[in-house]
C-alpha cells in the first residue's frame, strides 16, 4: 500500500490517477475532503481508504507501506495562522519522517521554491546547511517548508538515520487539471480562462521596476505532468536521495502564457494591465527559474514540457471541456 497526504489536492490527486493508471489500486489518502467539491479530484479513482488528518497516527500503527508521498499542507502563500501553518506543514511531515525512519519506508515530501524567498540568493538546490541557512522565504507558508528541509538536513549532518529514501521536492509554479478548488491560489491560467474563452478583458499586473515591461514578470511554469513524472521515477529509484527543484528550468511571462491560451482556442488576445496593488509591490518576485542540473545528475532524463505545448494540452484536454477534472 502506498499513502499519498494531500491526496485529494492538486499535486495529490494527479499523483494518485498516476498511480492508479500504473496498475496500483492500493493507494490511501489522507486529506481533508471539506465542502469545496474536492472530492471531484478522487471521483474517478479507486482507493484503498481514505483517512482523515487527524486520525493519520493510529492509523499508521502497525501498518506496512511501500513509501509515503507527503503532499499535505497549507499552501496559501498568505496564511496568517502561524501555530496552524506549522502544526500542518512542519510538525506533522516531522512525525511523518520519524516514522517512515522507524518502519524503513521511503518518504518523498513536498518543499517548494517559496523558500527561496526574493531569489536573491539564486534558485539552486543546495541543499547543504550552510546553502540553507542564507534562503529567507517571504511568507509564512515559504518558511515551514523551509524549516522542514532545514531539519531534514540537520539530521543527515549529525549523521542520523534516516528512511532508505528520501526526497524534497521544490516545487515552482504547478498548473493543470484538478486545482480548481484553490481559489485564489489556482493557477493565473485556471482563474482566467473563463474570460479568455467569453472575450472578455484579462488583466494583468504593470511593471513597477526600471527595464521590465507590463506583463513580462516571469515564473518557471510547469505542468502538473512533469510533476508526477518526477515523482513516479523516485519511486521507482529507489536510490536517490535529496533536495531537487522541480520546474523546467525555463522562466517565461505571464503575457506569454495568457497569449498561449489565446493561441490554443485560436482567439484574438484581449489584455489590460492595471496597477499592481501596492501591499504586494515590496514582496512581489519579478522572475523565479528552477535550476535543474541536480534533478538531470540524479538520473532524471524525462524532460519537460515546453509552455506553449502545455498550455495547449490544458486547455483542450481539461479547461474547454465540460470536464474539467482528470
Known amino acids: 500500500m502506498l499513502l499519498v497526504t494531500g491526496g485529494a489536492g492538486f499535486i495529490g490527486s494527479n499523483v494518485v490517477a498516476a498511480l492508479n493508471d500504473a496498475g496500483r489500486a492500493d493507494v490511501a489518502v489522507c486529506d481533508f475532503l471539506g465542502s469545496d467539491g474536492k472530492w471531484r479530484n478522487l471521483a ?11 486520525e493519520l497516527t493510529p492509523w ?3 501498518r506496512k507501506l511501500d513509501a509515503v508521498i507527503h503532499l499535505g499542507a497549507i499552501s496559501e502563500t498568505t496564511a496568517t495562522d502561524g501555530d496552524l501553518v506549522i502544526e500542518t506543514n512542519f510538525r506533522l511531515s516531522m512525525r511523518l519522517l520519524d516514522w517512515c525512519t522507524a518502519n524503513s519506508v521511503p518518504f518523498i515530501y513536498a518543499s517548494s521554491a517559496s523558500t527561496y524567498g526574493d531569489g536573491e540568493q539564486g ?8 546553502a540553507l541557512k542564507k534562503l529567507r522565504p517571504m511568507n509564512l507558508y515559504g518558511w515551514s517548508k523551509h524549516l522542514f528541509d532545514m531539519a531534514v538536513v540537520g539530521r543527515l549532518a549529525k549523521g542520523e538515520t534516516m528512511p532508505p529514501q528520501w526526497a524534497g521536492l521544490k516545487f515552482f509554479n504547478v498548473f493543470g487539471p484538478n486545482e480548481y ?28 521596476r526600471d527595464g521590465i515591461a507590463d506583463g513580462d514578470q516571469r515564473r518557471d511554469f510547469i505542468h502538473v505532468d512533469d510533476v508526477v513524472r518526477v515523482i513516479m521515477w523516485l ?10 527543484n522541480v520546474g523546467t528550468g525555463k522562466a517565461r511571462s505571464f503575457r506569454d502564457l495568457i497569449l498561449s491560451a489565446y493561441g490554443a482556442l485560436g482567439a484574438k488576445p484581449n489584455i489590460e494591465y492595471i496597477d ?18 541536480h534533478l538531470r545528475g540524479a538520473g532524471y532524463n524525462g524532460g519537460f514540457t515546453a509552455l506553449e505545448d502545455a498550455v495547449g494540452s490544458y486547455v483542450r484536454d481539461f479547461l474547454d471541456r465540460p470536464d474539467r477534472y482528470r
Open 60 to 62: 499508521l500503527a502497525g
Open 276 to 293: 499592481m496593488p501596492e501591499q504586494i509591490r515590496g514582496s512581489y518576485q519579478y522572475f523565479t527559474e528552477a535550476e535543474v542540473d
Open 235 to 244: 519511486l521507482a529509484t529507489r536510490s536517490v536521495n535529496g533536495i531537487y
Open 44 to 54: 474517478k479513482r479507486q482507493l484503498a481508504d481514505i483517512v482523515p488528518p487527524a
Open 123 to 130: 534558485f539552486r538546490d543546495d541543499a547543504s546547511l550552510d
Open 181 to 208: 478548488h484553490k481559489g485564489t491560489m489556482m493557477s493565473v491560467l485556471a482563474r482566467r480562462f473563463d474570460d479568455i474563452r467569453s472575450g472578455r478583458t484579462v488583466q494583468l499586473f504593470k511593471s513597477h
